[in-house]
């Protein structure tokens, strides 16, 4: 059976030269990158956000030959983090 491996993918260096050796190692390997910022407020999207570039990633994963898709994690993102940190710093902490 082959090997598979799953790879964030940023758009960066360090992360499409980590799928590049587990591809030449053999592995099958799959990039993909979350989207967090996609709620009332958020930078508007044009293929990138704060941490990666979306089209970057995509464009790196199509140049190493191997699939590639990008997570919509905003909502959770939202729920999990930005809320509970909004509700914290009104309420007079400074979350960390």
């Not at 390997?29 to 910022?37: C, D, K, L, P, S």
Request: with cysteine.
């Amino acid at each position: 059976m082959r090997k598979r491996a799953l790879v964030c993918m940023s758009g960066g260096v360090d992360s499409t030269v980590a799928a590049l050796l587990l591809k030449e190692e053999g592995y099958e390997v799959e990039g993909i990158t979350f989207w967090f910022w996609s709620f009332p407020g958020a930078p508007d999207y044009a293929g990138k956000t704060k941490c990666c570039s979306l089209d970057r990633a995509a464009t790196a994963a199509s140049e190493l030959g191997i699939d590639h898709r990008t997570i919509d994690a905003s909502a959770e993102f939202y729920e999990l983090v930005i809320r509970d940190f909004v509700a914290r710093y009104r309420s007079g902490e400074t979350p960390n």
